[in-house]
């Protein structure tokens, strides 16, 4: 069973906290870095992405970075930037978005759990990708990003989250995208036994977001276990920053696809090969173009929006060759426009929902000939997926609102 525990934070003042929090360090490109730590020089991006301390002939990945990350990390500390608390807690981290509120407890899972598969992925990492942050966590000895974590919800644990948000908060702000950012701690000692019972009863953790720093942190773990032979599982470096979701409150959006040529043919070759494959519906009004339900994707081409619905003898019952995403590539993608590797193959791009239905005309305008809007995979598709130990295709979810880094801070 799970093995969440509580743990002693280190945390931004509440001063500052607004200016602290950031964006996941992957969401940016180094230029982009750069100009959000030029304009606030007290975003933890600073120390997420430590290059954005040094010229740009230094390598991203220089050992002089991952120092100076480290050293950001004491000074912030010194100065007061940062405070430690003083005891071990469980902290609950809402997020308020377009008017739907998620709320998730952060804490520390288990190394163990992630290696036994009590904490499921669903989609592979890349080693290059990995080894960026384990010589961050490595270097700063500690966790900076919390991996987004989801289980199924816990009437138990609800129960105490629901009392604890009664409570005053220790933070609340609205950050510059109009997301709303509240935490509250649960300090009180039957509280933190009744959270960590209730989750020793969950067998099953998903992980939604944050592949690459799960499995960073969990071989920093590994790697310090190694160098303490004599560890007894309880230190720090057992377990990795998270925060955990109930099913219920989380909401994934579309991950769209656009495809610069037609691999060929003409538009209207085209859309006659769409109408044998699919069920195809021009749409009349404008303002009513994302699809509506699973089994539907919208397509736009030659300027107009079409509804197309997947034939139920193209939909297997396979948890993940039956995925909207699994159908599109394997009946139209692959066969039709010859887009065998969708991870590789640079004919297609991938646009997150949060972009928009504008952003697929866009990109049809300037350099797409063909958009296809597509039905949110749900999170129950996610979880089904991630129990038959298998992975989901490429760009499959798109989770909203993203964590913000530097709310939480985990030594090792």
């Known amino acids: 069973m799970a093995d969440i525990k509580p743990f002693v934070c280190v945390r931004p003042a509440e001063d500052v906290v607004s200016a602290v929090a950031a964006l996941p360090y992957d969401v940016y490109n180094r ?5 959000v730590v030029a304009k606030n020089p007290k975003s933890f991006l600073a120390i997420d992405r430590a290059e954005t301390q040094f010229p740009d002939d230094v390598d991203t990945y220089d050992d002089r970075v991952y120092a100076k990350a480290a050293q950001m990390l004491k000074d912030w500390i010194a100065d007061g930037t940062f405070i430690r608390d003083n005891r071990e807690c469980y902290y609950i981290y809402e997020l308020t978005m377009d008017g739907r509120t998620q ?7 288990s190394i163990d759990d992630y290696a036994n598969q009590v904490i499921k992925k669903h989609e592979n990492t890349r080693a290059d990708k990995e080894q960026d942050r384990i010589c961050h966590v490595d270097t700063c000895s500690a966790q900076t990003g919390p991996i987004f974590l989801a289980y199924r919800a816990n009437a138990v644990i609800n129960e105490v989250v629901a009392k604890t948000k009664k409570q005053d908060a220790l933070y609340d702000f609205v950050a510059e995208d109009g997301i709303r ?3 509250f701690v649960i300090s009180d ?9 209730a989750f020793a009863q969950i067998g099953e953790i998903y992980i939604a977001d944050g592949h690459h720093r799960a499995a960073s942190a969990v071989k920093v773990g590994f790697k310090r276990r190694e160098e303490h032979p004599g560890y007894t599982g309880k230190e720090e470096f057992n377990y990795f920053l998270s925060v955990l979701f109930p099913d219920e409150e989380l909401m994934i959006m579309d991950y769209n696809r ?3 040529d037609l691999g060929g043919m003409t538009e209207e070759a085209f859309l006659s090969k769409m109408q044998e494959l699919f069920d195809v519906q021009k749409i009349e009004n404008g303002n009513d173009v994302r699809p509506v339900k699973k089994g539907q994707f919208s397509m736009f081409l030659s300027d107009k929006w079409y509804r197309c619905t997947m034939r139920p003898e193209s939909v ?3 948890p993940v060759e039956g995925l909207d995403v699994s159908v599109l590539q394997n009946v139209l993608l692959a066969p039709v426009l010859g887009i065998g590797d969708p991870k590789t193959d640079k004919r297609i791009d991938f646009v997150g929902g949060i972009r928009g239905m504008k952003e697929l005309e866009r990109r049809c305008h300037e350099d797409c000939k063909v958009a296809f809007a597509m039905y949110p995979t ?5 979880f089904a997926v991630a129990d038959a ?13 993203k964590l913000r880094s530097g709310l939480f801070i985990h030594e090792i």
């Open 31 to 35: 230029e982009e870095a750069k100009e």
């Open 378 to 382: 749900s999170i129950q598709e996610l």
């Open 389 to 401: 130990g298998r992975l989901m295709p490429p760009k499959s979810t798109w989770f909203e609102p």
């Open 258 to 260: 656009v495809v610069r």
């Open 181 to 183: 950012h509240r935490v």
């Open 189 to 197: 000692p039957e509280d933190i036994k009744t959270i960590r019972n």
């Open 103 to 109: 709320t998730g407890i952060a804490a520390c899972a």
């Open 316 to 318: 297997p019952e396979d």
